[in-house]
């Protein structure tokens, strides 16, 4: 059973940055895609960014330009890294992890609509204007 644990969320003012990590319990990098999503209460859960196992990543259209996900497979541990922060960016921010081919198709958007059997509880990033 794969485990995640994000942190690093918090409070930012807008065009501020922050950065989120997510550890994993075990070497998951080498086979797993990874992501991830954030969600706001009352609406719908939203990819934010992608990476698959060979570092191929994919960005949702309101994050482009401004995040960037990567992860270092010594440490276990996927980042998204956040700049220039907009209050629309406030949410609960999740990391996911499945088998690649389990989430990566076009059909689920490179793994941005994809439903990942694996998710961390959630790290919460609010931005105040």
């Known amino acids: 059973q794969v485990q995640l644990a994000e942190s690093g969320g918090g409070s930012a003012q807008t065009g501020g940055s922050l950065r989120l990590s997510c550890a994993a319990s075990?070497?998951?990098?080498?086979?797993?895609?990874m992501a991830w999503f954030r969600q706001v209460p009352g609406k719908e859960r939203e990819g934010v960014a992608d990476?698959?196992?060979?570092?191929?990543?994919t960005y949702a259209n309101s994050v482009k330009g401004r995040f960037t996900i990567s992860k270092d497979n010594t440490k276990n541990t996927l980042y998204l890294q956040m700049n220039s922060l907009k209050p629309e960016d406030t949410a609960m921010y999740y990391c996911?992890?499945?088998?690649?081919?389990?989430?990566?198709?076009?059909?689920?958007?490179?793994?941005?609509?994809?439903?990942?059997?694996?998710w961390g509880q959630g790290t919460q990033v609010t931005v105040s204007s």
């Open positions: 996911a992890a499945d088998l690649c081919y389990n989430v990566y198709s076009i059909a689920t958007m490179f793994g941005l609509k994809a439903d990942y059997k694996y």
């Open positions: 075990e070497h998951i990098y080498s086979h797993y895609c």
């Open positions: 990476i698959d196992n060979v570092g191929d990543t």
